[in-house]
């Protein structure tokens, strides 16, 4: 039978004049846009689960799909991250963070503020990046801390390392409670136990330690966890070993040789030394506090006869070091 002979039965049957029957109709509901609590004190917020590594991305952040998010990372904020970048176990991003190229954020690691990381650096453990400018092949592991407009590169940072202020630290190695801040220059060292540098000094090429390995249990508890410090305007360049109870400072050069000695117990020096506000120690081997403070006078007062042996000591150029567009300020670097 024919579409228009059933038409026309249809109709004479009165089939089709008939009313419809009145039938439930399911009430179709909207997806609504998913939430998630980052935990920073905003509550639920809106986020998606990323497309690669199922974590959660708040929507006011961007992250490339090339980016890897694990299941229990975050990003949140305004943070940016592009390029190969994993995040993995409990990484969080936020803030105005940003990521690029080939960086590992791991473990319990945050990043925040306005940090940016580039190249195959690896931020791991419980690390802190709140702030500054970390590139290379920089490493950062337990619990050490970048803060503020730092800029490292190509570093190794261990334990509680923590570089904050302008400071500027090129391919050295912290371990330990190292602290680097102000406007201080550190490069191509190695820095072991509680240091501090700070104001405007410079180390370079040179190895300083203080920590409880050079010294017996009696004498930690004595001295507690009194630091090498390195202020001012010093410059330490060279120096095979730089160590013990030392507050270096004014413009004190310290150029190769070594100065390691623990302090006096027969002549009571328990105290911390410090250097004149110009001293000069042109390559010397120091282990015990009167040769020491044979040295340790303003060169003022000694003449200036032993520059020439040093002539090469200058604050050092950052520019050298490392390519001039890793340089770039922070706007610079976002697209």
Same mark, same amino acid.
């Given at each position: 039978m024919t579409l228009n002979a059933t038409l026309v039965e249809a109709t004479a049957a009165g089939v089709l004049d008939e009313p419809a029957a009145d039938l439930p109709v399911k009430a179709v509901r909207r997806r609504r846009a998913s939430k998630h609590d980052f935990k920073d004190g905003r509550g639920r917020v809106f986020a998606h689960r990323h497309v690669n590594g199922n974590g959660w991305v708040a929507d006011t952040a961007k992250v490339a799909d090339t980016v890897f998010v694990n299941k229990m990372a975050q990003v949140y904020h305004n943070a940016v991250i592009e390029g190969k970048v994993a995040l993995n176990r409990r990484a969080q991003v936020c803030g105005n963070a940003y990521i690029r190229d080939r960086v590992i954020v791991g473990d319990d690691a945050l990043v925040a503020g306005k940090a940016a990381i580039f190249d195959d650096c690896r931020i791991l453990?419980?690390?802190?990046?709140?702030?500054? =400018?970390?590139?290379?092949?920089?490493?950062? !592991? %337990?619990?050490?801390?970048?803060?503020?407009? *730092?800029?490292?590169?190509?570093? &190794?940072?261990?334990?509680?390392?923590?570089?904050?202020?302008?400071?500027?630290?090129?391919?050295?190695?912290?371990?330990?409670a190292v602290t680097i801040t102000g406007d201080a220059k550190v490069a191509c060292s190695t820095m072991h136990g509680f240091v501090t540098i700070g104001g405007r000094a410079n180390v370079i090429s040179s190895k300083l330690a203080q920590q409880s390995m050079y010294f017996s249990s009696e004498e930690a508890t004595m001295f507690g966890h009194n630091k090498l410090k390195v202020l001012d305007f010093?410059?330490?360049?060279?120096?095979?070993?730089?160590?013990?109870?030392?507050?270096?400072?004014?413009?004190?050069?310290?150029?190769?040789?070594?100065?390691?000695? =623990?302090?006096?117990?027969?002549?009571?020096? !328990? %105290?911390?030394?410090?250097?004149?506000?110009? *001293?000069?120690?042109?390559?010397? &081997?120091?282990?015990?506090?009167?040769?020491?403070?044979?040295?340790?006078?303003?060169?003022?007062?000694?003449?200036?006869?032993?520059n020439h042996v040093v002539p090469t000591v200058r604050p050092v150029n950052m520019d050298e070091l490392i390519p001039t567009r890793r340089l770039m300020t922070m706007s610079g670097d976002r697209k």
């Open positions: 453990h419980e690390s802190r990046v709140y702030g500054g =400018r970390v590139s290379g092949s920089t490493t950062m !592991y %337990e619990t050490s801390h970048i803060r503020q407009e *730092a800029h490292v590169h190509n570093c &190794t940072l261990r334990s509680q390392a923590h570089v904050s202020g302008y400071a500027m630290v090129f391919m050295s190695s912290l371990e330990g010093a410059v330490v360049s060279g120096v095979e070993m730089l160590s013990g109870l030392l507050t270096i400072k004014g413009r004190t050069v310290i150029a190769g040789g070594s100065i390691s000695f =623990r302090p006096n117990h027969a002549n009571g020096q !328990y %105290e911390r030394l410090e250097t004149e506000t110009d *001293a000069l120690f042109p390559g010397v &081997t120091i282990s015990r506090i009167d040769q020491f403070m044979a040295y340790n006078v303003p060169a003022s007062q000694r003449g200036r006869a032993l």
